[in-house]
């Protein structure tokens, strides 16, 4: 990602364009990731951008929404010999675990050497971070399609 920063020459008539050679230009800079051009840091683990060959995310938890689902059928169909207060926990934590489930996974990093967890959290938030990391792999790409095309016609 190359920086531009314009600025005015000396007699402040016409503005100048110069390249800002930064070597770790930050794309985004979270709580508990960066990413940069270069690289994918996560609170655990540093992941070279050039390494990663996809980005997967998963929702290890998925396998509690039928138990939760289940949980609400069986106060259903039992609402007679349940008293009301096991009825509201019950049908309170089958509601919560189900959407705990639903809306919660894992982002996974795979590269020729590992695929592994690198982050835990809110699928929406692993989303946005996942397009951010693909926007970055994508970029070196096209960095490094660009100079091989200028390697060829010299």
Do not use: C
Not at 72 to 95: D, H, Q, R, S
Not at 104 to 120: Q, W
């Amino acid at each position: 990602m190359e920086i531009w920063s314009v600025v005015m020459d000396e007699n402040k008539k016409n503005p100048l364009v110069e390249k800002d050679n930064k070597k770790n230009s930050q794309l985004v800079k979270k709580d508990n990731y960066i990413v940069t051009d270069r690289q994918f840091k996560t609170v655990r683990r540093t992941y070279k951008i050039s390494k990663i060959e996809k980005t997967e995310i998963r929702r290890n938890l998925i396998f509690i929404l039928p138990l939760s689902i289940l949980s609400l059928l069986f106060i259903n169909k039992f609402w007679v010999y349940i008293y009301p207060g096991e009825a509201f926990w019950g049908i309170t934590i089958a509601l919560i675990t189900g959407l705990f489930s639903i809306s919660f996974g894992t982002l996974y990093i795979h590269s020729k050497a590992l695929g592994e967890p690198a982050l835990f959290g809110f699928i929406p938030k692993l989303r946005r971070i996942r397009n951010e990391v693909d926007d970055a792999m994508n970029e070196l790409e096209e960095k490094s399609n660009y100079t091989d095309i200028e390697n060829e016609e010299s």
